[in-house]
């Protein structure tokens, strides 16, 4: 499955909007409460909330509290002299390829590919594997994407 994540400068909420194949919206990210990045909602077309993405502040990484229904995973991201080194906490995912260039993979432990993400100009693709995974690639590309990477890597400013 592909989609297609564009993201919003409007002065409102909303933070990413994320597009099937075909153009249709299927996802709105958004803010909650005040602008700041600590928690997102991702509602589907109907409005309901699928998927929380809460920053968890811990010196030194990027670390987020991904949770849709009743499972959860955290997705940490390390700054390194190498780059940033994504890990998952709650299945046995790792990323592959270059987060601050929005190019990589997330890959199984049997190295099956779970997604790919390509960035753009203007928009971020992602090729989804299984639609099970979908809401949790979906929450690391919008995690990825919160960090600015233009001057020197810290989290983005909407």
Not at 26 to 53: E, M, P, W
Not at 109 to 127: C, R, T
Request: hydrophobic share 40%.
């Amino acid at each position: 499955m592909k989609l297609f994540i564009k993201r919003n400068t409007s002065p409102d909420k909303s933070c990413f909007t994320i597009f099937d194949e075909y153009g249709n919206e299927k996802y709105n990210a958004s803010f909650t409460g005040s602008k700041s990045v600590s928690k997102l909602i991702v509602s589907d077309k109907a409005d309901k909330a699928v998927l929380k993405i809460r920053k968890i502040p811990i010196v030194g990484t990027h670390t987020f509290a991904l949770k849709a229904g009743k499972h959860h995973i955290t997705f940490v991201m390390i700054i390194s002299s190498n780059g940033i080194i994504g890990y998952y906490y709650g299945n046995n995912w790792h990323i592959n390829g270059e987060i601050t260039k929005g190019n990589f993979s997330i890959i199984d432990v049997d190295n099956s590919l779970i997604a790919s993400q390509s960035k753009h100009a203007d928009y971020i693709e992602l090729n989804i594997a299984d639609d099970s995974d979908e809401l949790y690639c979906v929450a690391t590309s919008i995690c990825t994407n919160l960090i600015n990477t233009v001057d020197k890597l810290a989290m983005q400013a909407v």
